[in-house]
């Protein structure tokens, strides 16, 4: 399992952790420079949509290069896809398809975000950060489980009429 290196934990002079995001992620008033390192300050902003997005794609993007997860995901949901056109699956069908694969993916980057947290903010070996990593990572194992068997559902049922069985 690779480590996300999304996040930089830098220390205080005290030897405390302290936690810190990407300097391109939070914009520079929201960062205080205070005696005790930077903290992300909690004032509500007003982000408007557009800026709404943008912090989703570059969530997107960062939790797509943490994880080489993604990419098994995605091969294997490419090899559905062509399977699916291959047998002519019904809209019903499709919709199904595309929901398990956003589930899967969903679960996915909620387990990225997870571990990266619990990377920051728990010292290396706390059973209870191995708790919350392998919480997530059987979150991710239901999603795909559940995705696989409405995968095979509907590619079976469609090869089965083709078939006549």
Sequence with gaps: MSKPHLFQ???HGDGEPTVSVLPAQV???EIDEGSEGPQILTEPR???TRSKFDEGARG???????E??????????????????ILGVSSTGW???????ALVLVAETFR?????????????????????????????????????CLTVMVLSAKLSEMLGW
């Design 112 to 148: 990225c975000a997870i571990i990266a947290t619990v990377d920051l903010i728990a010292e290396p070996g706390d059973p209870r950060a191995r708790a919350a990593r392998e919480i997530a990572s059987g979150g991710l194992l239901f999603a795909s489980i559940t995705s696989g």
């Design 60 to 66: 997107i993007k960062l939790a797509i290069r943490a």
């Design 95 to 101: 919709c199904f398809l595309i929901v398990s694969a």
């Design 68 to 85: 080489s997860g993604f990419f098994a995901h995605a091969y294997r949901g490419l090899l559905i896809a062509i399977c699916a056109v």
């Design 27 to 29: 914009p520079e008033q």
């Design 46 to 48: 007003q982000a408007t």
């Design 9 to 11: 934990s830098r220390t």
